[in-house]
């Protein structure tokens, strides 16, 4: 099992800066970001393996970054230059899975996490 608390959510004008924090009770091999606007399906944004590899859906790429401290067992979601489009849940996740090789990218997929947080909401005005 694998607890993980999010926090550092708000409200921000757009253009604004966001660092989402989760705490979790041990890094898996393989951890992610998600967010989830109402009425829409939740969506991943950014994943990281423990080996540093890094993924992110196009939409937040070259905006946000994913990061993880392995001293203090928490994952980082730097979000730059937000938007309006950007409001929603976030949930941090993490997985189970394995990769057979070092450069394998982590995907995006709901399916592919084994365990949630409960959220931080992030709101961004226009």
């Known amino acids: 099992q694998v607890q993980l608390v999010e926090s550092g959510g708000g409200s921000v004008q757009s253009g604004g800066s966001l660092r989402l924090s989760c705490a979790a009770s041990?890094?898996?091999?393989?951890m992610g970001w998600f967010r989830q606007a109402p009425g829409k399906e939740r969506e991943g944004v950014a994943a990281?393996?423990?080996?540093?590899?890094?993924n992110y859906a196009d939409s937040v790429k070259g905006r946000f970054t994913i990061s993880q401290d392995t001293a203090e067992k928490t994952l980082y979601l730097q979000m730059n230059s937000l938007k309006p489009e950007d409001t929603a849940m976030y949930y941090c996740?993490?997985?189970?899975?394995?990769?057979?090789?070092?450069?394998?990218?982590?995907?995006?997929?709901?399916?592919?996490?084994?365990?949630w947080g409960q959220g931080t909401q992030v709101t961004v005005s226009s």
């Open positions: 041990r890094l898996s091999n393989y």
């Open positions: 996740a993490a997985s189970n899975r394995r990769f057979n090789y070092s450069f394998s990218v982590p995907g995006l997929g709901r399916g592919d996490f084994d365990y």
């Open positions: 990281i393996r423990a080996n540093g590899v890094t």
